[in-house]
């Protein structure tokens, strides 16, 4: 499928690099080799939309800073007013909507 050749593409452009198996590569391509091959085990025939999740799932998070999320969580609590578990849902989804706009 081209649209998995496309986000194959992209992981591998993941300038942090991991080690797996005597191997190193480019650490969400790695990570992401390892989730296809677990969806894998766990169903005979996946979906091309599963297939597509599983390799999509992590596209170009490391362009995002992590660094700050409890400061990020804790200001949507306040702001919010929310419980930790939804400001962390809401900080969530905020997070995917940036990845979604850097990869458009």
Do not use: C, Y
Not at 31 to 59: C, Y
Not at 73 to 94: E, G
């Amino acid at each position: 499928m081209k649209i998995i050749e496309d986000i194959k593409a992209i992981l591998v452009t993941d300038p942090r690099k991991e080690i797996f198996r005597g191997m190193e590569g480019a650490k969400d391509f790695v990570f992401t080799e390892r989730v296809v091959h677990w969806v894998n085990q766990l169903e005979k025939n996946p979906s091309e939309d599963l297939m597509i999740a599983s390799w999509g799932h992590v596209v170009k998070r490391w362009e995002i800073p992590r660094k700050n999320i409890l400061k990020e969580v804790r200001d949507i609590m306040n702001t919010a007013m929310l419980n930790p578990s939804s400001a962390l849902i809401l900080w969530r989804k905020n997070f995917e909507r940036k990845i979604f706009l850097l990869n458009v």
